[in-house]
């Protein structure tokens, strides 16, 4: 079942700019994961936060975690046309091998 | 990284056929394969869970009867459609770690099947 829910559910920036998605969750999680999918095609995994993190940088990515709030953010930094794609957060639970998707955010990012 | 395969990328089939979508992992062995099923613009819902040696766990709501799940080996986990419907239409997406614990899944590129 879906349990995160993403926001915004579309967002269109200019290159250069920051581009951040908001994703809220119901359950406890071990960890957090964001995906990214381009139209089409399977999914690439961005980065993993643990429930004990709050926060993580990869690259131009950075994510926070607030496990009080059950929710996380995706801060991608001077976006480029090629970040245009739909992110979807992923949770999984202690115990348990699934995962639950949110419902994703589409940017677009134009030239 | 890890590298998982999917084949075919595209079918198209008449009602009423089967259709088989294999799932490969590359160069690790996978002892839990996923599979999820995408409609155009919605999020990944996962179908079932797939362990090598043994039977498939399904999601609620998904018919084991027709969506036949076989994981024979530790690379590769399959997907059958029976009877497929032109409701069966969508885009079917594989995943693959070799943990067995949730983190990170390797996705495959996916498989979109059409039934007219």
């Known amino acids: 079942s879906q349990q995160g829910e993403e926001d915004p559910q579309a967002l269109s920036i200019q290159e250069g700019e920051n581009a951040t998605m908001n994703c809220s969750y119901k359950?406890?999680?071990?960890?957090l994961q964001w995906y990214r999918q381009n139209s089409g095609r399977g999914l690439v995994h961005l980065i993993l936060i643990r429930s004990n993190e709050r926060e993580k940088h990869s690259g131009r990515l950075r994510v926070t975690l607030d496990t009080s709030k059950k929710s996380s953010s995706l801060l991608i930094t001077a976006s480029r046309a090629a970040d245009t794609a739909s992110y979807f957060c992923?949770?999984?639970?202690?115990?348990?091998?699934?995962?639950?998707f949110g419902k994703g955010t589409m940017l677009l990012v134009s030239p | 990284g890890a590298v998982v395969s999917q084949h075919p990328s595209r079918v198209i089939c008449k009602s009423g056929t089967s259709v088989k979508i294999e799932c490969r992992s590359l160069d690790f062995q996978a002892t839990t394969m996923f599979w999820y099923r995408q409609f155009p613009k919605q999020s990944l819902m996962l179908m079932a869970t797939s362990n090598e040696g043994s039977k498939a766990t399904y999601e609620q709501g998904v018919e084991k009867d027709k969506f036949l799940i076989n994981h024979a080996s530790l690379t590769l986990s399959t997907l059958t459609v029976t009877s497929a419907h032109p409701e069966d239409s969508s885009f079917y997406i594989c995943?693959?770690?070799?943990?067995?614990?949730?983190?990170?899944?390797?996705f495959g590129p996916g498989t979109r099947l059409t039934v007219l």
């Open positions: 995943s693959a770690n070799d943990h067995g614990g949730g983190r990170e899944q390797f």
């Open positions: 992923a949770t999984d639970r202690y115990g348990y091998s699934t995962l639950t």
């Open positions: 359950t406890s999680i071990n960890n």
